[in-house]
């Protein structure tokens, strides 16, 4: 072997070794303007205007979808396949029917009724709202974009399944943190347990990030069995929108 083919195929080499560290070096960029705008968003949505907390998440949602599009991400990397909507609405159809039944079960028995009783779902009218129109489009849909599509789409690309699950449910649970202030403080169920004030608060934040990061980790097994968004938005949407229904007919009945 000369001298000018051992060059030649060193210089070969790392050429190669760069094209293939171009698209990984690429995918954890993603991944971190994925993050930073994420919790960029989630600032601006819990610590600015009342406007801004309605409109702020749905936008960013569609703003990342378009984004990591650009970046060369597919459609069924982010869910959004239509060769996977039949999979997705039958495992939908499962997961929205058995929530809705614990749910219903929870709400009915003395034992778990009172963590129904939150204020912010005090009137049937204000709960039907909020379960058909407020938190499908401003909740539920553009949260499963953001964090079952795109950052799901993103780190699938150089994470291990265990580490989208982790990283994903992680994510998803911290989110949570600006929501869960004065959680306790509106539902008499958890204040009773874990008591009021500043401790109680804390406790009902962690709690909540917990209960979260949880199901955020079926919501992905959802969207990865199923291969769609569909399946974690309905369990999603069961969740928030059927609890919130069944809050307020605890209310009603418990008040009447």
Excluded at 34 to 54: C, D, K, P, Q, Y
Excluded at 92 to 102: D, K, N, Q, R, W
Aim: hydrophobic share 55%.
């Amino acid at each position: 072997m000369t001298i000018e083919s051992t060059y030649a195929g060193a210089v070969n080499a790392e050429s190669t070794d760069g094209r293939a560290g171009r698209p990984v070096l690429h995918a954890y960029l993603d991944i971190a303007i994925v993050i930073v705008v994420l919790a960029g968003t989630n600032l601006i949505a819990h610590f600015t205007t009342a406007w801004a907390s309605i409109a702020t998440v749905p936008i960013a949602a569609v703003v990342l979808v378009a984004l990591v599009r650009r970046r060369g991400l597919g459609w069924a990397e982010l869910g959004l396949s239509p060769r996977h909507w039949r999979r997705g609405s039958l495992y939908a159809l499962g997961a929205m029917g058995l929530v809705i039944s614990v749910v219903a079960i929870g709400a009915a028995l003395p034992l778990t009724r009172p963590f129904f009783m939150a204020d912010r779902y005090a009137t049937l009218s204000g709960a039907l709202v909020a379960s058909m129109i407020v938190i499908p489009l401003q909740t539920v849909i553009p949260e499963e974009l953001a964090f079952r599509g795109v950052l799901h789409g993103t780190l699938d690309r150089v994470c291990s399944v265990r580490g989208v699950f982790a990283a994903g449910s992680l994510m998803f649970g911290l989110w949570h943190i600006a929501s869960s202030f004065g959680l306790t403080s509106g539902n008499k169920g958890l204040s009773s347990i874990l008591g009021g004030g500043v401790v109680g608060q804390v406790l009902g934040i962690a709690a909540a990030v917990v209960a979260t990061a949880g199901a955020g980790v079926v919501f992905t097994w959802l969207r990865r069995r199923s291969g769609s968004l569909i399946a974690p938005i309905a369990l999603h949407w069961a969740l928030n929108g059927a609890g919130a229904l069944a809050a307020a007919i605890v209310w009603h009945t418990t008040i009447n």
